[in-house]
C-alpha cells in the first residue's frame, strides 16, 4: 500500500478500540517471569554452552601476544577463540567499531577474546587464565581538551546574516553548556543464543531492536547469505537505542557455535555494557541567542562538539536548534571529534536530548534577560514553518497549546519568580519549565494477517523493547478487521515475518501499525473477493456488504485467509515538517545545606499525533521524563583520560533515576491528528518525554536556589560552596 498524501477522514477517526486505553496484552507474561527474553529460552535448544568474554585492557594499540593454552585446559571449558585466531572481521555500515578478529584494538574492552564452557562460572574463571600482551599506543580522550582546540567551525547549516544580527541586537546570551556521556543501562543486558552449528544456517535468539538490519548485519560481517539466517527476538527487556545494531554478544555466540558444533549463549557483563556496547556521547555547546527588546529572537548561533571513534558521527546536538523556534538568522555546527573512546551512537532521542538540555536553559536565561515569564517567551518565538525554509510548513504543530495547558495546569503563574526566595524549612523550593521537540519520522513496514475461524493472527518482526508494541497492533488489526481485541494474536520480532519499521527513532509505533494496518486491507481485499462485492464493512466481527452480513469466522470455510502488504511512506512528506512537541513542568527541593535536590512533581503536555493507547503511551512519557531527571541530576559516565575508559561501569557507580526518585508524574495527551503522518494519523512519543526534560530540572534547581549551573550532571558538589545554608 502506498500512502502519497494526507489522510482524510477515516474508520480510525470514529474508533472504539483504537486511541481507548487498553492495558498490555502482554503483561501477565511480563509479572508472572514467563515472558521468553533472548538469555531465558530454554525451550529453543538442547543443553547449550555458555560464552563469556574478554576485553581488552588498554583503549588503543595492538595485541603482540596471546596465549590461552591454560583456558582451553581449565576444567569444563569446550573451546576458546581470541581475536588472533582470525582475520578482523567486516563490519556492517551501522557498525562504526570492530567487533571481533585482527590484533588492533580501537577502545577499552573491545572483545578478544570469548570462553566457552559448560556453566558460566567456568567460562567466567577461565578467562583471566589467558595472557595478553600489547603495544599501547597514545589515545585522544578529553572533549574539553578538543573544545578548547578546536579553529575551524564545520558548519551544518547557515541561513541570513548571523553576525549582523548580533551586532545589531539590543539583547544577546553567548554561554557553554556540558553534557556528559552517558550508558542506555537497560535492565535487561545484550544476550543471544546461537545455534549455527553446521556454520551453514544460522539461529539466533537475540536481544535486538532491528531484526532486519541485524540480520544483514550478520550477513555482512560473517560474510555468508542473509537468507541462511533467522532472527528471533519477541521480547526485549529495555534497549534505549543500544540495541538497535549488531554487537558483540551474537558474534561471540555465533562464533562459539561454530567452533564447538554446539549452541552457545552469551550474555554481555554490565561493564561490557558501559565500555563494549554503545553509549551517548558527552558533549560541549557554546549557545548564542540574539533578540529584539520586545522578546523576539533574530538570531541564533550554535556549535557542539561530541567524541567518537572515527567513522562515526557522535552527539549531533544542534539539529533541533534549525526548527523550532522562529529567527530569521541561524548558524548551526557540530563537530565529530575522533577519540578512542568506546563508541557513541543513539541513545533514546540522539541529539535533541543533550541539545534542549542546553537550548533550554539559554531560552530560560534569555527569557530572563528580557525580564519575561520563560513560557510567554517561548510562545512569541513559535513557528508554523520551518524557519530555514519558509516555504515549508510543519504538518501539525500545537506546542503554544502545549506550553498554556502546561501553564495552567501545573499552576505556574503562582510560582516565585525571584529565584532564591521561597523556602520550606532547609529545603529551597523552585519550579521550571521548558519545551520539547522530537521529529516524527516514519519507515515503510509490512506485516502479515491470518484469519481462520474468526480468529486473527498477526506477524511481523516487529520488535517491543517494553514500549507496548504487542498491544498496539492488536489494537489496529482489531479495529481494521472489526473483531475484539481477543479475537487478535500477535507475534513479533521473527526474520520470518515481513520487514516492519522495528523499534528505535521514535518511528515504531506509527510505522508499524501503518503496516499492519495494509495487511489488514490486504486481507479485507481477498473477504470481498471471495464474497464477490466490491467494497464492505468489518464490524462487529461480521462482514457487511450489500445489505448482508456474514461472520468473519464463516468467509473462509475452514481455510486459512492470508492478507500481506508493506505500507510505503510517500515522498510527499518530504514537502512538510513532521514533529512531536511537549512542555515539561518541574518542581523541585533543594536542600540549602548540603545541596541535595528532590523532584517533588512533574507535568507534561504531549503534542504527538493521534495517541493510540493512553495508557503504553504516559509510560513512555514518563518513562523519558525519569531518564531526562537522571541525566539532569547523575548520570554521567566518568572518563579516565590517561587509560581511556569509563571508570564507573556498573550500576553501583552510574546511578539512574527511577520512578520513585519522582513522586509525582502527571501526563496530558493534546491527542491531535496529523494526517500527514500515517494513516491512523498518530506520530511517536518513545522519545519525546525525555527531550528538553533534563533543562525543566535545571531551570527548576535555579529558581529554587539563584545558582545557574550549566554543566551536567548536576551534582551537589558544583553549587555546594555557593548555598544560602542558613
Known sequence: MDFNQSADENLFDHARIIGKPHTRVDGAL??????????????VVENPLVGYPLGSSIAKGHITRMDATAARNAEGVAAVITTLDIDELPRAESNVAKLFGGDMIEHYHQAIAVVVADTL???????????????????????????KRL?????????????????????????????????????????TIADWCDGKNMTLWTSNQMIEWTRQALATTFEIDADTIRLESPYIGGGFGGKLWLRADAVLAALGSRETGRPVKVALPRSFIFNNATHRSGTVQRLRIAANRDGRITAFDHAAISHTLPGGSGEDAVNQTRCFYAGENRRVAHHAIDMNLPE??????????????????AMDEMAEKLGMDPVEFRILNDTQVNPEEPSKRYSDRHFVECLRKGAEGFNWSARNTTPGSKREGQWLIGQGMAGAYRGAPTLDSGARVRLSEGRLIVETDMTDIGTGSYT??????????????????????????PAASGSGGQMGAASSTAGVYAACVALQGEITKRLGVESARFESGQVVAGGKRV???????????????????????????????????????????????????????????????????????????????GAALTEGLNIDSQRGYFTNHDLAGYEIAVHADIPEQEVIFLDTQDGASTPLKAKGVGELGICGGAAAVANAMYNATGIRLRDYPMTLDRMLDRLPGA
Not at 127 to 143: A, K, R
Open 30 to 43: 511480563k509479572v508472572t517471569g514467563t515472558a521468553p527474553y533472548a538469555y531465558e529460552r530454554h525451550d
Open 121 to 147: 562460572e567456568q567460562a567466567r574463571a577461565a578467562t583471566s587464565l589467558i595472557e595478553v600482551e600489547y603495544e599501547e599506543i597514545p589515545g585522544e580522550f578529553d572533549l574539553d581538551d578538543a573544545w
Open 151 to 191: 579553529q575551524d567551525r564545520d558548519v551544518v547549516s547557515h541561513v541570513g546574516d548571523v553576525d549582523a544580527a548580533f551586532e545589531s541586537a539590543e539583547i544577546t546570551l553567548d554561554e557553554t553548556y556540558y553534557t556528559a556521556s552517558q550508558s542506555h543501562a537497560m535492565m535487561e543486558p545484550h544476550a
Open 344 to 361: 557513541s551512537a543513539d541513545m533514546r532521542a540522539p541529539g535533541e536530548a543533550s541539545g534542549l538540555a542546553a537550548l533550554e536553559i
Open 472 to 497: 498496539i497492533i492488536a489494537q489496529t488489526a482489531a479495529e481494521t478487521m472489526g473483531l475484539e481485541m481477543d479475537d487478535v494474536e500477535v507475534r513479533l520480532g521473527n526474520s520470518a515475518y
Open 551 to 629: 461472520a468473519l469466522r464463516d468467509v473462509a470455510q475452514n481455510e486459512e485467509l492470508v492478507g500481506e502488504d508493506t505500507l510505503h511512506f510517500g515522498d510527499f512528506k518530504d514537502e512538510l515538517e513532521i514533529g512531536t512537541f511537549a512542555a515539561h513542568f518541574v518542581e523541585v527541593a533543594v536542600h540549602a545545606y548540603t545541596g541535595e535536590t528532590r523532584l517533588r512533581r512533574t507535568l507534561s503536555v504531549v503534542d504527538a499525533g493521534r495517541i493510540l493507547n493512553p495508557v503504553t503511551a504516559r509510560s513512555q512519557v514518563i518513562g523519558g521524563m525519569t531518564m531526562a531527571t
